[in-house]
């Protein structure tokens, strides 16, 4: 029960974006959160495994040996 709570803005402010893209995943159920009375708070866990689950490492393509035939 360590973990902190963010506000929808605080989500929005860490992730780079506006508000309304994590109220957006909120709506859907994109991403976990908490309904305290009428606000919604976004355990910061929730929004490290949102941001985990959704990075793409890159490819490591071999070089090839030679240059380009012209």
């Known amino acids: 029960m360590n973990d ?3 506000s929808v803005d605080q989500v929005a402010e860490l ?3 506006t508000t309304r893209f ?3 995943l909120v709506e859907e159920r994109r991403i976990r959160y908490v309904k305290v009375g009428r ?3 976004i355990p910061e ?3 490290e495994e949102f941001i985990r689950s959704r990075t793409v490492e890159p490819l490591r393509r071999p070089r090839p040996r030679y240059g380009r035939a012209a």
Request: aromatic share 6%.
């Open 39 to 41: 606000h919604v708070r």
């Open 4 to 6: 902190r709570y963010l």
């Open 22 to 24: 994590p109220r957006r």
């Open 15 to 17: 992730l780079g974006t």
């Open 45 to 47: 866990s929730a929004v």
